[in-house]
């Protein structure tokens, strides 16, 4: 059996980390990064026929539907009238209410007389959060 002086390992170690180290690594280039290359969404993926299945097979997690536009008409349908929740810790009122094709959240807090501090409405034009859709 050799024995190695700890001084040998180390000076080897060394050695080949440097080596190592000093060598030129290689850029990666993504093509999908590059100027001029546009967005072009899910639905060249799965119209394309190249990816049908698993663009049909991931819209069905929760995951592949974890965003999507606030008005579209499932979404629209949870909201049939005012929806208030009132958030403690934030002190806080948030609604939620439809106006035709559209949802819009307004956010506001009451003083000790029950006035209105401030209030912020906008119009919700996506919604977030992960459920099971209906099957394509």
């Known amino acids: 059996m050799v024995k190695i002086s700890r001084l040998a390992l180390i000076a080897f170690l060394l050695g080949g980390s440097l ?3 000093g060598k030129r690594q290689k850029t990666i280039k993504y093509r999908n990064t590059a100027s001029g290359v546009a967005y072009t969404g899910s639905k060249s993926c799965a119209g394309s026929g190249c990816h049908e299945e698993i663009c049909r097979n991931y ?3 929760p995951h592949g539907n974890s965003m999507g536009p606030a008005n579209a008409p499932s979404e629209l349908a949870k909201v049939p009238d005012r929806i208030k929740v009132y958030a403690k810790k934030q002190d806080r009122y948030f609604e939620v209410v439809r106006e035709g094709p559209d949802l819009y959240q307004t956010q506001y807090q009451l ?3 029950g006035n209105k501090v401030f209030a912020s409405t906008h119009k919700l034009e996506y919604r977030i959060g992960g ?3 209906a099957p394509m």
Do not use: G, N
């Open 111 to 113: 003083d000790e007389s």
């Open 59 to 61: 819209y069905r997690t």
């Open 19 to 21: 080596l190592a180290w």
């Open 131 to 133: 459920h099971l859709a």
